[in-house]
């Protein structure tokens, strides 16, 4: 891969340049195909650098791709459809890198079936009063509950103050389905631990909590790629940890500068993710039941997406209130009432 202006600082506060970049996921290659092989991704492009200018989400393939570069086709919330950059192999990661992108976010499914995700993911967000520590003790929290399931799940450092929890699922139910295993796992975990754990989306209700954003297993919402950067001045990277190791480490621990001597001394703490690909009938019957015994139906979805069969109303609590007193009609996509309205990763 040609990498034009090596010398360009893309993290300037780390003195990391496009070259110490494109080495760096030349040099974690392995690793970093883990999670990427064969998957749609969205790139979080800075092309002046972080804090030079312009960033944009690039979903579309762009133009530029080498014709040796793969793409997939991936249907959207609105039914359209188009053509993603899919990482095939090491050079398509460094070609990102090329093109400025500082945050790989990838689908979760393959090229061969986009409809059908085959990792489940569980996103630990802090809110405003919470931090790591926090998102730690809710992950060791969830472990518990997949080892009951059976379920083997991996974890990762967020590049944030959050933890990402990545199960591999065998590929044979919607995004619809895999949303609706992943809240009631949450509401489980909320039932066990209430001072912890909320799944509520509106901010206004969440409190110190750490908040499960079961919106990140919606259709074309993306969790930040294991071992990619973030964009943050310290050149961050969101790592996978073993769980013994996870009260051990701080998100700061892991930088470009830092991985590469930790994955050669220690491996890669997924290396065996791709190991077995795990059922959702336990946490589908879980759903049942939360609906069945609780009368506990689906939750809202991101302000963008259209009306979803079964969904509530999306109006932020206090305004429904005031619309019951008859003093205001409220909003029923209101995006500041809720967050993670974008495709990647804020956590």
Same mark, same amino acid.
């Given at each position: 891969?040609?990498?034009?202006?090596?010398?360009?600082?893309?993290?300037?506060?780390?003195?990391?340049?496009?070259? !110490?970049?494109?080495?760096?996921?030349? #040099?974690?290659?392995?690793?970093?195909?883990?999670?990427?092989?064969?998957?749609?991704?969205?790139?979080?492009?800075?092309?002046?650098?972080?804090?030079?200018?312009?960033?944009?989400?690039?979903?579309?393939?762009?133009?530029?791709?080498? #014709?040796?570069?793969?793409?997939?086709?991936?249907?959207?919330?609105?039914?359209?459809?188009?053509?993603?950059?899919?990482?095939?192999?090491?050079?398509? =990661?460094?070609?990102? $890198?090329?093109? %400025?992108?500082?945050?790989?976010?990838?689908?979760?499914?393959?090229?061969?079936?986009?409809?059908?995700?085959?990792?489940?993911?569980?996103?630990?967000?802090?809110?405003?009063?919470?931090?790591?520590?926090?998102?730690?003790?809710?992950?060791?929290?969830?472990?518990?509950?997949?080892?009951?399931?059976?379920?083997?799940?991996?974890?990762?450092?967020? %590049? &944030?103050?959050?933890?990402?929890?990545?199960?591999?699922?065998?590929?044979?139910?919607?995004?619809?389905?895999?949303?609706?295993? =992943?809240?009631?796992?949450?509401?489980?975990?909320?039932?066990?631990?209430?001072?912890?754990?909320?799944?509520?989306?509106?901010?206004?209700?969440?409190?110190?909590?750490?908040?499960?954003?079961?919106?990140?297993?919606?259709?074309?919402?993306?969790?930040?790629?294991?071992?990619?950067?973030?964009?943050?001045?310290?050149?961050?990277?969101?790592?996978?940890?073993?769980?013994?190791?996870? &009260?051990? $480490?701080?998100?700061?621990?892991?930088?470009?500068?830092?991985?590469?001597?930790?994955?050669?001394?220690? %491996?890669?703490?997924?290396?065996?993710?791709?190991? =077995?690909?795990?059922?959702?009938?336990?946490?589908?019957?879980?759903?049942?039941?939360?609906?069945?015994?609780?009368?506990? &139906? !689906?939750?809202?979805?991101?302000? !963008?997406?259209?009306?979803?069969? %079964?969904?509530?109303?999306?109006?932020?609590?206090?305004?429904?209130?005031?619309?019951?007193?008859? !003093?205001?009609?409220?909003?029923? &996509?209101?995006?500041?009432?809720?967050?993670?309205?974008?495709?990647?990763?804020?956590?």
């Amino acid at each position: 891969m040609r990498i034009s202006s090596p010398d360009k600082l893309l993290f300037p506060e780390a003195g990391v340049s496009k070259l !110490d970049l494109a080495t760096y996921y030349a #040099d974690v290659a392995d690793a970093v195909l883990r999670g990427l092989r064969d998957r749609p991704v969205a790139l979080n492009r800075f092309p002046d650098g972080l804090g030079g200018g312009k960033s944009f989400y690039t979903k579309a393939a762009p133009k530029g791709l080498p #014709d040796w570069a793969s793409t997939a086709r991936v249907t959207f919330p609105s039914g359209r459809t188009g053509d993603e950059v899919c990482v095939t192999e090491a050079a398509t =990661v460094v070609w990102t $890198v090329q093109m %400025g992108a500082l945050e790989l976010h990838p689908w979760p499914v393959r090229a061969a079936d986009t409809d059908h995700p085959d990792e489940l993911r569980i996103d630990l967000d802090p809110q405003p009063g919470t931090d790591f520590a926090e998102a730690v003790a809710v992950a060791r929290e969830a472990h518990a509950l997949f080892e009951e399931l059976g379920i083997r799940p991996f974890v990762k450092t967020s %590049g &944030g103050r959050g933890l990402h929890l990545l199960v591999r699922i065998e590929p044979r139910w919607t995004f619809v389905e895999a949303r609706r295993a =992943v809240i009631a796992f949450a509401r489980e975990l909320e039932r066990r631990r209430p001072e912890q754990i909320t799944t509520s989306w509106w901010k206004e209700e969440r409190g110190e909590r750490i908040f499960i954003d079961f919106n990140q297993m919606a259709r074309d919402r993306m969790t930040v790629a294991a071992y990619s950067t973030r964009a943050r001045p310290e050149a961050i990277v969101s790592m996978p940890v073993l769980w013994s190791d996870l &009260g051990d $480490v701080e998100p700061g621990d892991f930088t470009v500068k830092t991985v590469p001597a930790l994955v050669a001394k220690n %491996g890669d703490a997924n290396a065996e993710i791709d190991d =077995v690909a795990h059922s959702l009938d336990a946490l589908l019957e879980m759903a049942d039941r939360d609906e069945k015994d609780h009368g506990l &139906g !689906d939750l809202p979805y991101p302000p !963008d997406f259209p009306k979803m069969p %079964g969904e509530p109303k999306r109006v932020q609590p206090s305004k429904a209130r005031h619309d019951d007193d008859g !003093d205001s009609a409220g909003s029923a &996509g209101s995006a500041e009432a809720a967050d993670s309205t974008h495709q990647g990763s804020k956590s």
